[in-house]
């Protein structure tokens, strides 16, 4: 099976702009979640899709958004761009069998520089 | 709340020598507690997980952690290091809410293995 897809992989954006990330889970799928990697903060929960419908979300300003297809492709949206949104955003997605004991596996990432 | 605590954001070994990453779990109920390892560049992998059956787990690449819910603990060992295992790992909890795959996460362990 192929993994999890991250597109693109790298951006380079200024602030005020916004961006939209995309995420393709591994066939059968149908849980995804996004998370935010920095330095400073590490590895936080943004929010979590499931059927099109967002199951949980983390302590993220409204900018962040996100949305589920009913492929299960989820894409997550960042709009007017600050400084510190600069990260590495993983998108994670999951069996549904058991909830909370569920692997999540991991995407490479799209790495955001906002300048 | 479930939190994890990793004490040593780096850790320095030769190779041969022994691998110990700590992790500290504080929840208000039983605990689901994973070990991810992420190398450069790349996602998060997982290494082993912990979901209430055998207390010592056994995982990918030679690496185990064993679950001590008297010292609240959930540390990962590797008896021999290899260089291939320089990488930076985090602990995660799952955050057991109702329906939810969130995972929350260490602040992460930086793995340096020296020839």
């Known amino acids: 099976k192929a993994g999890v897809t991250q597109t693109p992989r790298y951006l380079i954006k200024t602030r005020g702009q916004q961006v939209t990330l995309s995420c393709s889970p591994i066939?059968?799928?149908?849980?995804v979640s996004w998370y935010q990697q920095t330095p400073g903060q590490g590895l936080q929960f943004l929010f979590e899709y499931f059927s099109e419908t967002q199951r949980n979300k983390g302590n993220f300003p409204g900018r962040f958004s996100g949305r589920q297809f009913s492929n299960s492709r989820s894409e997550m949206n960042v709009s007017t761009l600050e400084l510190g949104d600069s990260a590495l955003y993983l998108c994670?997605?999951?069996?549904?069998?058991?909830?909370?004991?569920?692997?999540?596996?991991f995407g490479p990432g799209t790495r955001l520089t906002v300048l | 709340a479930q939190s994890v605590t990793q004490l040593g954001s780096h850790v320095s070994v030769s190779e041969g020598a022994l691998v110990l990453l700590r992790c500290n779990y504080s929840?208000?109920?039983?605990?689901?507690l994973f070990w991810y390892v992420q190398y450069p560049n790349q996602g998060l992998q997982l290494l082993l997980k912990?979901?209430?059956?055998?207390?010592l787990v056994k995982g990918i690449n030679g690496f185990e952690a064993e679950f001590k819910k008297s010292e609240t603990s959930f540390h990962l060992t590797k008896p021999s290091a290899h260089m291939s295992d320089a990488a930076e790992y985090f602990c995660a909890v799952s955050d057991r809410a109702y329906n939810t795959d969130k995972l929350i996460f260490g602040t992460g362990t930086r793995l340096q293995v020296f020839p």
């Open positions: 994670a997605s999951s069996p549904t069998d058991r909830v909370g004991v569920n692997e999540q596996f």
């Open positions: 929840s208000s109920v039983p605990p689901y």
């Open positions: 912990y979901t209430s059956a055998a207390t």
């Open positions: 066939s059968g799928h149908r849980s």
